[in-house]
């Protein structure tokens, strides 16, 4: 089992910047490939970024890419991701994911992970 709190969120406007961190704890961090996703109100939760267990592979969604960047302290046991240029669009529910497969297609799914945080809010003022 992997506990995993959100914090960092708020309400910024638009081209400010936030950073997000997820901690964990309970399993091996580096075990776990890290996901963020995120979820407009009545709308679906969608992939953000996500980074693999050493690193050494990042991915993420067209709409954050140039903007949003994930990152992992496997010391710390913590997975930040750190957004600039923030949009209107960009608000939501924030909430970090983790499972313990070596994901090298389906990073994307919400389905591929398996634990998950309860989410911070991020909400861009225009």
């Known amino acids: 089992q992997v506990q995993l709190v959100e914090s960092g969120g708020g309400l910024v406007q638009a081209g400010d910047s936030l950073r997000l961190s997820c901690a964990t704890s309970?399993?091996?961090?580096?075990?776990?490939?890290m996901g963020w996703f995120r979820q407009a109100p009545g709308k679906e939760r969608l992939f953000v970024a996500a980074?693999?267990?050493?690193?050494?592979?990042?991915y993420y969604a067209d709409s954050v890419k140039g903007r949003f960047t994930i990152s992992r302290d496997n010391a710390k046991s913590t997975v930040d991701l750190q957004m600039n240029s923030l949009k209107p669009e960009d608000t939501g529910l924030y909430y970090c994911?983790?499972?313990?497969?070596?994901?090298?297609?389906?990073?994307?799914?919400?389905?591929?992970?398996?634990?998950w945080g309860q989410g911070t809010q991020v909400t861009v003022s225009s």
């Open positions: 309970g399993r091996t961090f580096s075990n776990y490939f």
């Open positions: 994911a983790a499972t313990a497969s070596r994901l090298y297609t389906a990073w994307g799914a919400r389905s591929a992970y398996d634990y």
């Open positions: 980074i693999s267990q050493n690193a050494g592979s990042t």
